[in-house]
């Protein structure tokens, strides 16, 4: 049943992403096969075309490093989705650590004040807004 439950969260995360993009724009597009790409994000209008990796948390994995993946993942109650190059460029310390030097892999669950400030230009609109314009224009 547990895993049952982390299944479950996965998909409520992909699609509270899924749906913060849509307000933005995009259209969202699943891989057939994942290889480190969740999920595929495109907007048209622009050809902004966006590979993401879906976290619980703020991670960074030597894996994605120069492969253009954009890292979506939640803190504060409120979901970012940054390039993973720019993440490994603001880690910092996090670098230096036995983690990513001997598994190339670091996540935290709580950031600096600093690393949230490096974050901040890719935070969300909330979704409680963006549901309830959908909601609003709906009932229009």
Request: with cysteine; proline share 4%.
């Amino acid at each position: 049943m547990e895993r049952h439950r982390s299944q479950i969260s996965e998909v409520i995360n992909r699609n509270t992403v899924v749906s913060l993009a849509l307000e933005q724009g995009f259209n969202a597009f699943l891989p057939v096969y994942d290889g480190g790409v969740d999920f595929i994000l495109y907007r048209e209008s622009d050809r902004e075309l966006r590979k993401v990796q879906l976290k619980g948390r703020w991670t960074i994995d030597r894996k994605y490093v120069g492969r253009d993946i954009w890292i979506a993942f939640p803190l504060a109650g409120d979901w970012y989705l940054m390039p993973h190059d720019e993440m490994v460029a603001t880690a910092g310390a996090a670098t230096r650590t036995t983690s990513w030097i001997g598994n190339g892999l670091y996540s935290r669950p709580r950031l600096s004040a600093a690393m949230v400030k490096a974050c901040a230009p890719y935070r969300f609109t909330s979704i409680a807004r963006v549901a309830d314009e959908a909601a609003d224009q709906a009932a229009a």
